[in-house]
C-alpha cells in the first residue's frame, strides 16, 4: 500500500482511539471450538474403551 510501519500504526492507533474497539474482526482456531472439543473427547474415550476401530491404511508399509 506504500505506507511506512510508522504510518500504519498511527492510523492502526488512531482508529482504536476513535472506535475503542480493535478494527478488525478477532477469530480464534476452529480447531479449538467447543464443538470440536468435544467431538475430540468422544473419541478419546472410544479409544480408551476400546470402541475404536481402526484399519490399516494402504500406504503404510511394514
Avoid at 498511527?10 to 480493535?22: H, S, V
Avoid at 467431538?39 to 474415550?45: A, E, G, R, S
Wanted: charged letters at 25%; hydrophobic letters at 35%.
Amino acid at each position: 500500500m506504500g505506507l511506512s510501519m510508522s504510518t500504519a500504526i498511527t492510523i492502526y492507533l488512531k482508529k482504536l482511539g476513535n472506535e475503542r474497539r480493535i478494527p478488525f474482526e478477532v477469530s480464534a482456531d476452529p480447531f479449538y471450538s467447543e464443538n470440536n472439543i468435544n467431538y475430540l473427547k468422544t473419541l478419546v474415550n472410544d479409544i480408551i474403551e476400546e470402541k475404536a476401530h481402526f484399519k490399516e491404511h494402504s500406504l503404510i508399509e511394514e
